[in-house]
């Protein structure tokens, strides 16, 4: 009669978490765990059961069918990243807007969702195929929320690597992520935190690639930005190329505020911010 003691089972599963992060697999696929699951004594008919009940436990999350995260509820394994892990869900992917500006430490303010550029028309979630909509209120990884921000591929520019603890994840540069700013502020806290956030940069913004980027976007953009950065001080004769570019009509400054205040026909920009819609 044997009368060694087995691992539980659930233990075996925690055994086979721990052996995926130390071989830097934070995020893995059914597959990897099948290969390594052997030197942890878990057998392959039992595999999928132990990956639900480390999913029940909180012990890893589920990104789509087949993909999973190492959450952080086990001590002593390093889990994966919320960077990491929109890398995962959309592909191309880049952290943007409201994330993007608190990375850059343009903003003291903490995003509550992952902001995230891609070109796709869904992302890519557990069984469904969710349509990334304006009113999309984010699709939920564990206790993190991802916005989904649909950009066109011409319009995916001025991103760069950086590294996030072992993991190299692609991000919006400072300039490109002030100009997201201008036009989609609601993704970014709101107009002000925009402005705020020009402020913060002002002696390290790059002016050549910040104009190169306006331009490649679209007119509008172009005009909001040689607005700001004529409020900031920029010689105007830098700006006159800018402020050269066609557009049709005028367009309001804050694209989220009331079409009010006073028109600035340089710009072609209505100045709808608080303190001048009674001007």
């Known amino acids: 009669m044997n009368t060694g ?10 055994e086979l978490v721990r052996l995926l992060a130390s071989e830097g697999n ?4 059914t597959e990897r ?11 392959d008919s039992y595999l999928l059961e132990a990956l639900y009940h480390l999913r029940q436990n909180g012990w890893i999350v589920s990104l789509r069918r087949g993909l ?23 592909d191309p992917a880049a952290i943007g807007y409201w994330s993007a500006l608190h990375y850059h430490g343009l903003t003291e303010q903490v995003p509550r969702k992952v902001f995230v550029l891609t070109t796709t028309e869904t992302c890519v979630p557990r069984v469904r195929r969710t349509k990334i909509t304006r009113a999309d209120r984010g699709y939920p990884v564990g206790e993190t929320l991802y916005q989904f921000v649909q950009i066109k591929p ?11 603890g072992e993991a190299r994840v692609t991000i919006t540069d400072p300039e490109r992520t002030l100009l997201d700013g201008l036009s989609r502020p609601e993704y970014c806290g709101d107009f002000s935190e925009v402005l705020h956030a020009f402020e913060v940069r002002e002696n390290r913004l790059d002016l ?4 190169a980027y306006a331009e490649k976007l679209s007119a509008v953009t172009s005009k909001r930005l040689g607005w700001v950065l004529e409020e900031q001080g ?3 004769t830098r700006l006159d190329h800018l402020a050269r570019l066609p557009i049709n ?15 600035n026909r340089r710009w072609m920009i209505q100045e709808n911010l608080p303190g001048k819609v009674g001007a």
Do not use: N
Request: hydrophobic fraction near 40%; charged fraction near 20%; proline fraction near 9%.
């Open 249 to 263: 009509g005028c367009r309001k400054l804050d694209p989220t505020g009331p079409r009010k205040g006073p028109y």
């Open 154 to 164: 011409a319009c995916f520019f001025g991103t760069v690597k950086v590294w996030i």
């Open 26 to 29: 934070r995020i893995f696929s």
């Open 5 to 14: 003691h087995k691992p539980k089972k659930s233990q075996v599963g925690v």
């Open 68 to 90: 999973y995260a190492i959450s952080s509820t086990i001590p002593g394994v390093a889990s994966a990243h919320e960077f990491e892990i929109a890398m995962a869900l959309v």
């Open 33 to 43: 765990a099948r290969e390594l699951s052997p030197r942890v004594g878990l057998s």
């Open 208 to 211: 050549k690639r910040i104009t």
């Open 234 to 236: 920029v010689d105007p």
